[in-house]
């Protein structure tokens, strides 16, 4: 039974998948300080937030059961994504799910600027009839500046171009073909900044996106800009837009979010040119639904070791591509693992070559596995697809993936080399149609092997009785040969055999194998 907390409030409809589930417990428990999450995530296999819950490491660092951190919404900055990574906790996201709602939402916080309708909502509510003071301006015409044209800045601008403004965006991944299909100027933030008389940002929080709206942009802005931000606290530098809207620069701004949440004490609040609105962009009832329905159906994905898509610590894997893939991960795990048994020394760089009808492929997604099988085995059960590559890196292992055209006869194989600080080994493995798979080469010896359960590889010189020694061996000693393989290059020369036993061979026994004087060594491998 799978343990998943919810810890922000979350829809219930969205949820159902989650509570219908047989095989999952569902904990809602909102608004928890940290140190009460972390006494009780111990218990917890996923946890599913929204952006009022800030997923610390002091939180991940207790989490010894976590698999999965769900984030019902886009942005992330709640979640520390490294921590989790290292930790191999699968972060997933729900990014579709609130586009259009927080689209409409920056349009309508557009619109309630331009034309001060909070402002006027609050004189009337307060008794006035005030006609003068809430003169706004009209949209049609008007430069409005996109600042991120990802998912929901494209909409903004889409809607933009039907009440007839003029779009210009910054957005480093917009090409010039793209713009053109969505009527846009591309634009450096410069251009941007300073030809607009709207400016809406849609960028996630980043190291590079923090504060870039600042004093130096401001300056560059046309009199009477008007500032809107739907997207992050941060982008926009509170600070510098304070002193804009004050020194009558910026005629208006209408925020969404801020650099601290829930803003108490933040001086905009007490600007007659601002209106707020706190953190709703996503606050529909069909975003909600759908962000819960995704998140939902994401996290029973990874529990249940199934194939997921959007995990924002992962490379997303298009589903074409999963379905190419998937017969590979067993067969890329074991050759991992099959390697880092057989090589001796320190790990410093593995080699994984893709040929046959692998080379038409993306192949990253086995290269992880391949790596999550080589280090499990030095590194335990801490190891992960998703950490594995981070560990690599932590530790100076360099990480090779290559394609060859050289298929060596098979329609498709995985050739594995690991180089340590004494030796270099090789395997290569294949999936055989109607046989699964099969190791087919160790150490540039052909062999032909179910890669599971446990092995002997022995390296000897081919003479006469050497085989009918090492079964005598292992006979005396009770230990089931149930296949077997020879491989050699030359008649007389080097060679190995691999034994599939029925179970484990104890030290002793391998020790004695490793003294017959046609014996070079013994290796011991768990698959
Ligand atoms: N107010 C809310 O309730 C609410 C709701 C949903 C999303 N959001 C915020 O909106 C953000 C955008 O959401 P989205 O779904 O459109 O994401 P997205 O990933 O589709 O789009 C983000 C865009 O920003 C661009 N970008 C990244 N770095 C940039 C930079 N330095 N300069 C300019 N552009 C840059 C990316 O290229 C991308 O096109 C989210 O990250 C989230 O923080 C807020
Ligand atoms: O990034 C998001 O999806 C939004 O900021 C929504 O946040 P919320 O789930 O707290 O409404």
């Known amino acids: 039974m799978f343990k998943i907390l919810v810890s922000d409030p979350l829809s219930e409809v969205g949820l159902q998948k989650l509570l219908e589930a047989t095989d999952v417990e569902v904990v809602q428990k909102t608004g928890l300080k940290e140190e009460e999450l972390v006494q009780i995530i111990p218990e917890f296999d996923a946890l599913l937030v929204r952006s009022q819950t800030k ?82 301006v009209e949209l049609n015409q008007k430069v409005l500046g996109v600042v991120g044209l990802g998912r929901i800045g494209t909409e903004v601008a889409k809607r933009a171009k039907a009440f007839n403004m003029k779009v210009v965006a910054y957005d480093p991944f917009l ?24 400016i809406t940002t849609h960028t996630p929080l980043t190291k590079e996106t923090k504060y870039l709206i600042s004093t130096k942009e401001f300056a560059l802005m046309k009199d009477g800009v008007r500032i809107i931000n739907c997207a992050r606290g941060g982008i926009i530098e509170e600070k510098a837009l304070y002193e804009a809207i004050v020194s009558g620069k910026v005629a208006g701004a209408a925020l969404d979010v801020f650099e601290v949440e829930p803003p108490m ?116 059960e801490g190891v992960n697809y998703i950490n594995a590559p981070h560990l690599a890196k932590n530790r100076g292992i360099n990480v090779v993936e290559q394609k060859s055209t050289a298929n060596k006869g098979f329609t498709n194989l995985i ?90 061979a104890t030290p002793d026994v391998l020790d004695v194998l490793g003294e017959l004087n046609e014996i070079t060594s013994v290796t011991e491998i768990d698959l």
């Not at 990014?95 to 939402?105: K, R």
């Not at 706190?278 to 994905?301: K, R, W, Y």
């Not at 099959?338 to 993306?362: H, K, N, R, W």
């Open 55 to 136: 997923v610390t490491p002091a939180i991940i660092e207790a989490a010894s059961r976590l698999k999965a951190i769900g984030r019902a919404g886009v942005g992330v900055d709640n979640i520390n994504i490294q921590a989790a990574t290292s930790k191999g906790i699968v972060v997933i996201n729900a990014p579709d799910g609130n586009t259009i709602s927080t689209a409409e939402h920056s349009f309508a916080m557009i619109m309630a600027l331009a034309r001060r309708i909070p402002n006027a909502y609050h004189s009337m509510m307060n008794g006035q009839w005030d006609r003068k003071s809430f003169v706004g």
């Open 415 to 504: 050739a594995v080399s690991l180089k340590t600080n004494q030796e270099e080994k090789t395997v290569a493995g294949t999936m055989l149609n109607g046989y699964g798979a099969r190791i087919v080469k160790v150490d540039g010896y052909p062999v032909d092997l179910q890669p599971e359960g446990h092995l002997i590889l022995v390296h000897h010189n081919d003479r006469p009785g050497a085989i009918g020694r090492v079964g005598t061996i292992l006979g005396n000693n009770n230990v089931n040969i149930a296949a077997m393989q020879v491989g050699r290059r030359d008649m007389g020369g080097n060679a190995i055999m691999i034994l599939s036993i029925d179970r484990p």
């Open 265 to 380: 004490e933040n001086p905009l609040l007490k600007l007659p040119k601002v209106i707020v609105t706190p953190h709703l962009g996503a606050s529909t009832v069909e975003a909600q639904e759908n962000v819960a329905i995704d998140v939902s159906e994401e996290i029973l994905h990874v529990l249940r070791e199934q194939p997921f898509k959007n995990a924002v610590n992962l490379p997303s894997i298009p589903e074409n591509i999963i379905e190419k893939v998937e017969p590979y991960f067993a067969l890329s795990e074991k050759l991992g693992s099959f390697i880092a048994q057989i090589a001796v020394g320190g790990l410093e760089e593995i080699t994984v070559t893709y040929s046959g009808e692998l080379t038409e492929i993306d192949t990253a997604s086995l290269t992880r596995t391949v790596l999550k099988g080589a280090l499990s085995y030095h590194l335990g």
């Open 175 to 198: 090409t010039e073909e793209r713009a053109k299909k969505l009527g846009v100027t591309p634009a450096s933030i410069k251009e941007l900044v300073s030809q607009a008389d709207f």
